[in-house]
């Protein structure tokens, strides 16, 4: 189980699984590998009948900063298939985690932006350290935050999420917690206790109920399937061919201004 390179996992004797992003040195932003192993991580702990519940957490000062820079010059380089297929990729790790039989409670340890906010919202509950900042940041670039999209907007709402989308805005973990992205903030040396009493209410459950359960939440909102996920990524392929993703993801790399960047 813990054969990763990008990840840990580790399980105590009551059957909770903590499964940990470890790239610190690149604040868990996420690769190729580290998108791969997340769904291979996702299939094994839903087979697993040994585990009861799933905490998802990050090591480091960063919960998950978003897609890591190396995956982002390979996606510039890439055909309009390659990029559709590597989107694809993050899309169904997401699913996987959402349809994970097992309670998922997000140990949010720090920063989140793009699609480490994707994989906070695919967490049944989300507790964060109060010094903790978010933001869907993809306008900046010239993009979109296509591939999130459906996990974000059912968990915020379509309200928040055209405010957050298309602002780019950093918010903070109270903001995060008011629109409904966190469950709980929390100091960081409460943060494991918080887990803990998160937690407890679980093991009184019967686990065959809680995946029913799961399911049927899922049911009555917005299905997030195959079509909805082939749209996102039509979407996405559509506008890294836009003059603006070109212009804006440049002037990242370049770090300079894009031409519709004011200085403040």
């Known amino acids: 189980m813990n054969a990763f390179e990008t990840l840990?996992?580790?399980?105590?004797?009551r059957g909770v699984a903590t499964l940990t992003l470890n790239r610190p040195e690149r604040h868990n932003a996420l690769s190729g590998l580290m998108i791969d192993e997340l769904?291979?991580?996702?299939?094994?702990?839903?087979?697993?009948?040994?585990?009861?519940?799933?905490?998802?957490?990050?090591?480091?000062?960063?919960?998950?900063?978003?897609?890591?820079?190396?995956?982002?010059?390979e996606q510039v380089k890439a055909t309009r298939a390659q990029r559709i297929e590597e989107a694809r990729k993050l899309a169904l790790m997401l699913k996987a985690l959402l349809d994970l039989p097992k309670p998922l409670i997000g140990r949010i340890n720090g920063q989140a932006y793009g699609g480490g906010v994707g994989l906070i919202s695919i967490c049944?509950?989300?507790?964060?350290?109060?010094?903790?900042?978010f933001g869907l940041t993809e306008t900046k670039l010239g993009l979109?935050?296509?591939?999130?999209?459906p996990y974000v907007v059912a968990r915020i709402g379509q309200a928040h999420a055209l405010r957050t989308f298309t602002?780019?805005?950093?918010?903070?973990?109270?903001?995060a917690r008011r629109i409904g992205l966190l469950t709980a903030v929390v100091e960081p040396e409460n943060l494991d206790a918080a887990i803990e009493a998160e937690i407890k209410p679980y093991f009184s459950t019967a686990p065959?109920?809680?995946?029913?359960?799961?399911?049927?939440?899922?049911?009555?909102?917005?299905?997030?399937?195959?079509t909805v996920i082939e749209m996102?990524?039509?979407?996405?392929?559509?506008?890294?061919?836009?003059?603006?993703?070109a212009e804006g993801i440049a002037a990242f790399f370049a770090k300079q201004l894009p031409s519709w960047k004011r200085e403040e």
């Open 8 to 13: 840990h996992i580790a399980i105590d004797a």
């Open 39 to 73: 769904t291979t991580a996702a299939l094994h702990l839903a087979d697993n009948p040994g585990i009861r519940i799933v905490i998802l957490t990050g090591v480091g000062v960063s919960f998950c900063a978003g897609g890591d820079l190396g995956w982002m010059q």
């Open 124 to 133: 049944d509950a989300a507790i964060a350290v109060s010094g903790a900042r």
């Open 144 to 149: 979109i935050p296509a591939t999130i999209s």
């Open 167 to 175: 602002s780019a805005r950093i918010f903070d973990a109270h903001e």
């Open 208 to 226: 065959a109920a809680v995946a029913a359960s799961k399911r049927l939440v899922h049911a009555l909102g917005a299905p997030i399937d195959e």
């Open 232 to 245: 996102t990524l039509t979407r996405l392929a559509d506008i890294w061919e836009t003059p603006e993703a």
